[in-house]
């Protein structure tokens, strides 16, 4: 670790209180001029550190540069998010996963930007990523499990987000399913979970998880279309949240909602957020538009739905929307 590193890791170990220069420099094995000039080149970079003459530096609450410096030392992971790599602009994080899966990363490799400029959702559709708004980050998970719990990866995931959403914010946060995170009946996240098959193609070889999390106020940065539908987590509880402790939260989580896809276990957290079951809805299943009553989600996390003439079908993919909430 350089000294940059190792002062934004004390400073965010630091929970919130100043940490004097003579302490910093005594812990890194510096002068205090070398911390000044550290503290004085994240300043540049963009990061926002409070000084105070006789009280030292600190982490200002309003920080929203992204580091994993200051994500690790949240972290309680064995393996998600111990090879963390962050950067300013890219295409699509999970475009750049994808690339490392063939470099062998480890199991766990996160991959975060500030803005994407091609953010993909499910379905061909774009995702809106502005700089400095929201959380965009994929996950390279090497599972190795049999192909049938791939659409399970996408479920667990949306338990660890909303979890973390809510634990943060305290308002509830529910899934539509199968991977989109609600607050008070607008999108605040989307996940897009991409697979790589084994060669012998009945194992799931590696998996991207594609998160994002629509964290500060978007304004005009979503356009009037994409306002109507979606919203962030700052619009709808005034609460800017920092998103290198969301990302900690998130994948704290991740590794123990992947480590209960096994035995299924997390399915009840999954079933207690679901927002579309016990309603009417439409579900676009490939070309065909079907409506009926979700009537719950089944052990392999599909959509179980009733349709008007009373046949069952388990959905296990496609887009399913509201159409009357019961009352
Ligand atoms: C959806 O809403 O349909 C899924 C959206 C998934 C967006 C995330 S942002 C990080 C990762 N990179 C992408 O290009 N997409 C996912």
Redesign the pocket.
């Known amino acids: 670790m350089n000294v940059k590193s190792e002062l934004l890791a004390n400073l965010a170990n630091a929970d919130g209180e100043f940490v004097s220069g003579a302490a910093l420099a005594e812990k890194l094995g510096v002068s205090r001029n070398a911390v000044w000039k550290a503290v004085k080149s994240l300043e540049a970079e963009g990061f926002s550190i409070s000084s105070v003459t006789s009280k030292g530096y600190r982490l200002s609450d309003d920080n929203n540069r992204l580091s994993a410096d200051l994500i690790t030392p949240l972290l309680k992971t064995k393996e998600i998010g111990r090879t963390i790599k962050v950067f300013d602009e890219v295409d699509?994080?999970?475009?750049i996963a994808r690339e490392l899966e063939t470099e062998k990363y480890p199991n766990g490799t996160v991959v975060i930007a500030d803005r994407?400029t091609?953010?993909?959702?499910?379905?061909g559709?774009s995702?809106a990523?502005p700089s400095g708004k929201g959380l965009?980050?994929?996950i390279l998970v090497r599972p190795h499990f049999n192909l049938e719990y791939a659409p399970m990866i996408t479920a667990a995931a949306s338990c660890a987000a909303a979890e973390a959403v809510e634990s943060l914010c305290g308002s509830p946060v529910m899934i539509k399913w199968v991977?989109?995170l609600y607050m008070n009946g607008k999108k605040i996240c989307?996940?897009?979970t991409e697979a790589s098959l084994g060669l012998e193609m009945r194992v799931l070889d590696c998996a991207t998880i594609?998160?994002?999390i629509n964290v500060r106020r978007v304004g005009d940065s979503f356009d009037e279309e994409l306002l109507k539908r979606a919203t962030s987590i700052e619009d709808e509880t005034g609460m800017a949240l920092n998103r290198n402790v969301l990302c900690a939260e998130v994948l704290n989580r991740l590794e123990e909602y992947l480590g209960r896809i096994a035995d299924r276990s997390f399915l009840s957290a999954y079933r207690e957020r679901e927002m579309l079951t016990g309603n009417m809805i439409t579900a676009n299943v490939g070309r065909e538009k079907i409506v009926g009553e979700a009537l719950g989600i089944d052990e392999n996390a599909n959509l179980i739905l009733r349709l008007p003439t009373g046949e069952m079908k388990h959905l296990s993919s496609g887009e399913a929307n509201l159409c009357r909430i019961r009352q």
């Not at 091609?118 to 379905?123: D, F, L, S, V, Y």
């Open positions: 699509s994080t999970n475009n994407q091609a953010g993909r959702g499910r379905i559709r995702f990523s965009y980050m994929s991977n989109d989307g996940i897009l594609g998160i994002g």
